[in-house]
T-cell receptor, first 111, second 112 residues
Framework: EDQVTQSPEALRLQEGESSSLNCSYT??????LFWYRQDPGKGPEFLFT???AGEEKEKERLKATLTKKESFLHITAPKPEDSATYLC????????????FGKGTKLTVNP | DVKVTQSSRYLVKRTGEKVFLECVQD?????MFWYRQDPGLGLRLIYF???????EKGDIPEGYSVSREKKERFSLILESASTNQTSMYLC???????????FGDGTRLSIL
């Protein structure tokens, strides 16, 4: 069964304090790994897609990386507006387009 | 930018009612999805559609049905609402396999 585990469940940082969020996955064959940001009361907002081990994507203070077993979302010098829940999801090869989501990491950045 | 619009942000219904949740996307995407999101359980797929009038069950289809009469519109139907269907419902659309799914802002549904 495909599984996605995110850690930590919650993370508190001071503004400017860099850190990483982890997404471990177990799938029969990876078609793509997706990162989303979700603000309270809103739908998930797409951030990145990663397709193969070694791939990296960057956007402002965020950088996503992928290995064969896990993905990291690195946050460099975060600001309070980066506070949100970050969701990781995988889609498997040959199957439906279903996304299997992790339960998310709730990030709080204090000024 | 892709825009996925869900007709209601908040909805309160009574048990036994038939409930319709509507979703419209403006990017000519082939595929559309309905998820529900619950604390501690994350997002779970209810149904999806890869073409007009085509649908497939997701992980938790019991008590739900869907309708896709036009490419841009995907409706979720609760045939006879029950309290355990109180949840946040999220609609999404995508261009195809391996492409990102883009979500609407959700409908928070309460069944009393």
């Amino acid at each position: 069964e495909d599984q996605v585990t995110q850690s930590p469940e919650a993370l508190r940082l001071q503004e400017g304090e860099s850190s990483s969020l982890n997404c471990s996955y177990t799938v029969s064959g990876l078609r793509g790994l997706f990162w989303y940001r979700q603000d309270p009361g809103k739908g998930p907002e797409f951030l990145f897609t990663l397709y193969s081990a070694g791939e990296e994507k960057e956007k402002e203070r965020l950088k996503a990386t992928l290995t064969k077993k896990e993905s990291f979302l690195h946050i460099t010098a975060p600001k309070p507006e980066d506070s949100a829940t970050y969701l990781c999801a995988v889609q498997t090869q040959g199957g439906s387009e279903k996304l299997v989501f992790g339960k998310g990491t709730k990030l709080t950045v204090n000024p | 930018d892709v825009k996925v619009t869900q007709s209601s942000r908040y909805l309160v219904k009574r048990t036994g009612e038939k409930v319709f949740l509507e979703c419209v996307q403006d990017m000519d995407h082939e595929n559309m999805f309905w998820y529900r999101q619950d604390p501690g359980l994350g997002l779970r797929l209810i149904y999806f559609s890869y073409d007009v009038k085509m649908k497939e069950k997701g992980d938790i289809p019991e008590g739900y049905s869907v309708s896709r009469e036009k490419k841009e519109r995907f409706s979720l139907i609760l045939e006879s609402a029950s309290t355990n269907q109180t949840s946040m419902y999220l609609c999404a659309s995508s261009l195809g396999p391996g492409r990102p799914q883009h979500f609407g802002d959700g409908t928070r549904l309460s069944i009393l």
